[in-house]
């Protein structure tokens, strides 16, 4: 295998906060085939520690380097094949640190269409251009008169020939255009206007019909939001620099004319001058301002693409309910409320349909047929999907919970994102062929309840719905991006190798759709597993897959004990070790593991599994099996409060939080609506990052501070102070552009506006 270079490796210890060591071995893991999950978990010793965000960052650094890399050395080779390859220019192109600085070295000697400039030498003026940077004392005009021809009409001619040839020249000095792209970073601003007519088929981008602000501190949320409207046709969107500067010469246009040491007052200097100007106008401006587009798109996508990839870190990590029989009511009016029950294992029992509204409005028999229903399969929980009729549908459980004698299973709102795209999907079709698609976004959403990650990961994520314009950022690297946070919580929380579907499977490390499907035929014509070791007799799972994702399965009561635990397979022989040392056999330890903290972990490393590993493999058998996920617990919704229109300002609430965005959290109260927690309201000091307080799945105790109901809006606060702090002044703890920024009547600088909690809030829902 050949080795990763120092140099790259290097570089990315330096974005992930490690050392070249640790990267080295993580790149010779990574190529080799191993998974970012294992490595996290399973090669402690060899990267010294990384953990997935590490490694993640990690793989996608790695990638940019190495198509950096194989680009320099296709221009290597390009501009060596000219026979113009210098030492100095060879060692410019060794050293340039991004692809766009390459780019920037290898426009001169890049193959071009023909261009004017190369007319203007085909027709015999590439002299007069040498001539006028030499003499700026001679007239232009004068140097002109002596290069016409056929070709070359008259002195005007002439001079535009020699103008294309040098500002040609100009637009292809590397350093120039560096220190030009530099300059536009930190001082270009960003504005959009409405087009002519479009103000009322518009309306939605009101907020950005006369408005600007810094290129450099544009939010993602605002960037994209322009960037649709530009998409949609209704705003214009340009990048302006040096805008409010009144000098008769820009400073941009200083900058170019000072590369070719113009500054006098001789004739060659201003006619050079104006050339300066054309050129930033026509070709630089032009061209840095798409560079500058372009990677504020990038940089709203990756900022958008890693809210959207928490929030569904946090949904899919979300508390399960566990093992109890499960009705799932998925609310329609006109449609009827749609029911299935599944056992404790998530398996289909029963289904029906009930009509408790209009126009049938049998509420008595539907109430009979559910309490049947709960009685017959002893239902622990109900979830009820948080669509149409949902607060309707509760109503209806809880009146004839009101009936049952105790125990009564627990009611729970449950998110029914995605349950449709489920209930339509291959998946489901195969696993229900003879159900009706409305009956299977009941079945999704009972199961959702019962393990949020098992199910989840059988709709594609981005139906999941936890993000900020997501349909508008970069739908691969979205999609990237998205399946790394799947992949990571289903092997943080582990698989049951016997009841896990093959969408569940197929994203254990090492797996995927084709051999998962594969384990549970197998699985199907065998009877369970009962050890990891038979997943060696599944039909293409060789030892290099086991390695990679045996430790991420598990098998309860199975003929070995550790296949229930997160210990690897590899490592049974350290695990064995440290039972023995406790006077106790495996399965005695794993009940009272109180003998393991009397031991010293280092007594077991050997050659091969160091602390970490020890350490990590004491932990298991102290708490075998254990899930990360937070214990189940569920917001209880207010009695009475059904409808946007029963909310009052003061009101106490409680809610789960159904998405976290840059500019607050958003948290579904049982009202059909979701209300907006702006990042001033959600705590009772400055918070950053909304994510630091509080996560998608989390239960939370809001007061309600405004309400407008004919534009469905519903502001929040989670501070102690309720009432009195929701009513000041956003004030220092927003940030300065949660109002948009008009366009200042003078020339001054681009400003922010501090406005009331109201526009905050105005402001905020905007950007859902």
């Given amino acids: 295998m050949k080795a990763p270079k120092p140099d790259i490796a290097v570089l990315i210890a330096q974005d992930i906060g490690a050392r070249p060591q640790q990267a080295v071995a993580a790149i010779a893991l ?27 960052l990690l793989a996608e650094r790695l990638g940019y380097l190495r198509e950096l890399e194989s680009r320099r050395e296709a221009i290597l080779k390009s501009i060596g094949e000219q026979g113009k390859l210098t030492p100095e220019l060879e060692a410019g192109i060794a050293v340039a640190p991004t692809k766009a600085e390459l780019e920037d070295i290898y426009l001169p000697y890049k193959p071009k269409r023909r261009t004017k400039a190369e007319i203007a030498r085909e027709r015999g003026l590439g002299p007069l251009a040498e001539a006028i940077l030499a003499d700026r004392a001679a007239v232009p005009a004068d140097l002109a008169a002596a290069y016409l021809t056929e070709e070359v009409a008259d002195v005007k001619a002439a001079l535009e020939g020699a103008r294309d040839i040098i500002a040609e020249r100009i637009s292809e000095n590397a350093e120039l255009v560096g220190r030009l792209r530099a300059y536009m970073k930190e001082r270009a601003v960003l504005r959009s206007r409405v087009v002519e007519g479009k103000q009322e088929a518009g309306a939605k981008f009101s907020d950005y019909f006369d408005h600007f602000e810094k290129w450099a501190t544009t939010p993602s949320h605002r960037a994209l939001a322009m960037l649709r409207g530009r998409n949609e046709e209704i705003l214009s969107l340009e990048l302006e620099v040096d805008a409010d500067d009144t000098s008769a010469i820009k400073p941009a246009v200083r900058m170019v004319a000072s590369a070719y040491d113009v500054g006098g007052k001789l004739p060659g200097d201003l006619w050079l001058l104006d050339v300066a100007g054309w050129t930033w106008r026509i070709k630089l401006s032009l061209h840095l ?54 056992d404790g294992t998530g398996k289909l029992v029963a289904t ?38 949902s607060r309707e549908t509760e109503k209806l459980v809880a009146d004839m919970l009101g009936h049952m004698p105790p125990p009564k299973p627990l009611k729970v709102i449950v998110s029914e994102a995605g349950a449709s795209v489920y209930s339509a999907s291959e998946a489901a079709a195969a696993e229900f062929p003879g159900l009706d698609v409305s009956l299977r976004g009941a079945v999704s959403i009972a199961r959702r309840l019962q393990d949020p990650l098992a199910e989840l ?41 016997n009841t896990a579907s093959a969408p569940l499977l197929a994203r254990v490390s090492g797996l995927g759709a084709s051999l998962a499907e594969a384990i549970v035929a197998h699985r199907d014509a065998n009877g369970p597993f009962q050890s990891r070791k038979q997943l060696l007799d599944v039909a293409r799972l060789g030892q290099r897959t086991f390695e990679q994702s045996a430790g991420f399965l598990r098998i309860r009561d199975g003929s070995e004990p550790l296949d229930a635990s997160s210990v690897h397979p590899e490592a049974y022989g350290v695990a064995r070790k440290i039972v023995s040392a406790c006077g106790r056999d495996v399965r005695t330890l794993m009940a009272d593991s109180s003998a393991l903290k009397a031991l010293d972990p280092r007594v077991f490393v050997d050659e091969r599994f160091g602390l970490p590993t020890v350490r990590d493999i004491i932990s298991e058998l102290e708490k075998p099996g254990r899930d990360p996920r937070p214990a189940f617990k569920t917001a209880t919704f207010a009695e009475g409060i059904e409808d946007i229109k029963d909310l009052r300002p003061g009101m106490q609430l409680e809610g ?14 049982g009202v059909h609506q979701d209300g907006l927690v702006h990042v001033s309201q959600l705590a009772d000091k400055f918070v950053k990052d909304p994510h630091e307080v509080v996560k998608a799945g989390d239960v939370v105790k809001v007061t309600v501070v405004e309400v407008d109901v004919p534009r469905k809006r519903i502001g929040l606060t989670m501070r102690r102070d309720g009432m009195s702090s929701a009513r000041a002044e956003a004030g220092a703890n927003r940030r300065p552009v949660d109002k948009p920024v008009r366009m200042p009547k003078s020339k001054e600088e681009p400003r922010s506006s501090q406005g009331s909690f109201g526009a905050a809030l105005s402001e905020a829902f905007k950007r859902k």
Avoid: C, W
């Avoid at 009930?354 to 049998?362: G, H, W």
């Fill in 457 to 497: 990961v059988k709709i594609e994520p981005k139906s999941i719905g936890v993000g900020q314009y997501q349909h508008d950022v970069d739908q691969y690297r979205l999609a990237k991006a998205l399946d790394a946070v799947v992949e990571d919580a289903v092997n943080a929380v582990g698989v049951d190798l």
């Fill in 656 to 669: 789960t939080v159904t998405n976290v965005a840059a500019f607050g959290a958003f948290v579904d109260i």
């Fill in 289 to 342: 301002s798409l560079d500058l587009m372009r990677d504020l798109r990038e940089r709203a996508d990756e900022e958008a693409i890693a809210v959207f990839a928490r929030n569904l870190k946090d949904l899919l990590l979300a508390a399960p309910a566990g093992t109890r029989a499960t009705m799932g009511l998925d609310p329609g009016i006109r449609t009827g409320v749609k029911v299935a029950v599944v």
């Fill in 352 to 389: 029906t349909t009930v009509y408790p509204f209009p126009p049938r409005n049998d509420v008595s028999g539907s109430q009979a047929e559910l309490a049947k229903l709960i009685r017959a399969h002893g239902v622990e929980l109900i979830a009820i999907g948080n669509g149409t009729g």
């Fill in 30 to 56: 990574l190529d080799e085939g191993a998974t970012v999950p294992f490595i996290a978990r399973y090669r402690k010793e060899v990267t010294g520690g990384l953990d997935d965000t590490q490694l993640r």
